[in-house]
Each structure stands twice: as structure tokens, then as C-alpha cells.
């Protein structure tokens, strides 16, 4: 908020609207591809955590706003987790206007090589509250047989 006149607009920001904002952009008047920069948004913040339990990998993302059925879990047979899907563009009314679009949305496509020891046929997905959780079981590590030789002599 600004009690100064802005220089950039010749508009005067309003000390009692926190909405009416004069912020400068610089990069404003530079050309840009705008249907781009969209596309990839959703793909680079959607965020994945991947942790590792004695029983199981789990991994976790965050898609707000997105249902199930517009995601999908896929293994590949190189065991190469697979979560992609899309979040859609709001449909514009012509009488609105825009002071804001700063969710990401587009396609999103995350690729994970599992290990040796995953469970590959006992993956198991769940999506509760935007939070998608994928578990993957582990194979018990098997501890080598050790059999003691008597030294003779």
C-alpha cells in the first residue's frame, strides 16, 4: 500500500481498499508466451514427497482442487511410478474481470524409478482432502544364511 501518487500509472493507490494495489512490474510490457508459461506452471509446483518406512515408499503429493478421477497412477514395467493428470482452466464469463490468476494449472507429470525391492503388484493409491497417496510395499530384505565352518587342525 502506498500513500504516494504512483509514477507508473498515473493512478493514486487507495489507503482503505487493500485490494487496490499499484504495484510496478517491470516485466510487464516484455512479450511473453502466455499459454507457456500456464502449461508449465502446473508441471513444475506440483510437489511430491517420497518417503521410505521399514514396511513400505510412500509418496505424497498436493493437488488442491483436483479430483481423483482426473488423476492417474500408472507403474511402468522398468518399475517407473508414473502421476499425471491435469488441472483444468476455469471457464471465463465474459462480464467477469480478473484481478488475480496466480494457481498454477495445466498438466502435470511426475516420474519416480522405484527400487529392487518394491512391491511392484501391491501399489496402493489413495486421495484425501487435494492430499494423493501412493504406497508401495517393500520386500523384506532377506538376511544371507550364515553357516559357521569348523576349523579343523
Known sequence: ???????????????????????????????????????????????IDWKETPEAHVFKADLPGIKKEEVKVEVEDDRVLQISGERKIEKEDKNDTWH?????RGKFLRRFRLPENAKMDQI??????????????????KKPDVKSIEISG
Not at 488475480?100 to 498454477?104: G, K
Not at 496402493?124 to 530384505?141: F, I, Q, R, S
Open 1 to 47: 500500500m502506498s500513500l504516494i501518487p504512483s509514477f507508473f500509472n498515473g493512478q493514486r493507490s487507495s489507503i482503505f481498499d487493500p485490494f487496490s494495489l499499484d504495484v510496478w512490474d517491470p516485466f510487464k510490457d516484455f512479450p511473453s508466451n502466455s499459454s507457456l508459461s500456464q502449461e508449465n506452471s502446473a508441471f513444475a509446483n506440483t510437489r
Open 100 to 104: 488475480r490468476l496466480e494457481r498454477s
Open 124 to 141: 496402493k493409491a489413495a486421495m484425501d482432502n487435494g492430499v494423493l497417496t501412493v504406497t508401495v510395499p517393500k520386500e523384506e530384505v
